[in-house]
């Protein structure tokens, strides 16, 4: 069975300041998904992470995958108000080559930025 | 375009009460998924579509059926709702490949 955990679970930071959110998992994958969630919202896709070593970046949010280790990171750079929200990895459960699509979640980090 | 819609957007139910949540989308995408998110535990697979005229299960499937009606529509049926379906369901559609999932905006259902 397929776990996924993140790390911390609830985030409070100051503008301006850098963190980063963990994502380890249970079994060998090498497609990983980061989602935004604002509250009573539905999810937005971040980021896609499909190889070892990958590495993406939108504004003040990056993201990387070491399949080796099992963990992907979401670093946040100077952040501000408008980062606040929940963000969630998810890990692709197909093996080999193939993929339905079907993702197992992290418990989700609840981001909240203060001034 | 509308992308993934999703029907209805809240409803009560009573125990043993039985109904369908509705997803349609116009972004011509092969898979469909069918996800519940309950607070502190991200979000579960229930059930999904390959492609059109398959189904099969995901994490959480007891308690649950699809149809897969035709290539824009996917709907999840409770058949005799518990209280433990209480939850906010999600819709979701995949292109091909490993693309990532698009949402559609949730139901949220209590039973009572």
């Known amino acids: 069975e397929l776990k996924v955990e993140q790390n911390p679970l609830f985030l409070s930071m100051q503008e301006g300041k850098n963190y980063t959110i963990y994502c380890n998992y249970s079994?060998?994958?090498?497609?990983l998904y980061w989602y935004r969630q604002d509250p009573g919202k539905s999810l937005e896709s971040l980021f896609v992470?499909?190889?070892n070593g990958a590495v993406k970046q939108e504004g003040r949010l990056m993201a990387s995958l070491d399949t080796k280790a099992r963990l992907s990171t979401l670093h946040i750079t100077a952040a501000v108000h408008d980062l606040s929200a929940t963000y969630f990895c998810?890990?692709?459960w197909g093996a080999g080559g193939t993929s339905y699509g079907k993702l197992t979640f992290g418990q989700g980090t609840i981001l909240t930025v203060h001034p | 375009n509308a992308g993934v819609t999703q029907t209805p957007k809240f409803q009560v139910l009573k125990t043993g009460q039985s109904m369908t949540l509705q997803c349609a989308q116009d972004?011509?995408?092969?898979?469909m998924y069918w996800y519940r998110q309950d607070p502190g535990m991200g979000l579960r697979l229930i059930y999904y579509?390959?492609?059109?005229?398959?189904?099969d299960k995901g994490e959480v499937p007891n308690g649950y059926n699809v149809s897969r009606l035709n290539k824009r529509e996917f709907s999840l049926r409770l058949e005799s709702a518990a209280p433990s379906q209480t939850s906010v369901y999600f819709c979701?559609?995949?292109?091909?490949?490993?693309?990532?999932?698009?949402f559609g905006p949730g139901t949220r259902l209590t039973v009572l």
């Open positions: 979701a559609t995949r292109t091909s490949g490993y693309n990532e999932q698009f």
């Open positions: 972004m011509n995408h092969n898979s």
């Open positions: 579509s390959a492609s059109e005229g398959t189904t």
């Open positions: 079994t060998t994958s090498d497609r």
């Open positions: 992470l499909l190889s």
């Open positions: 998810a890990v692709d």
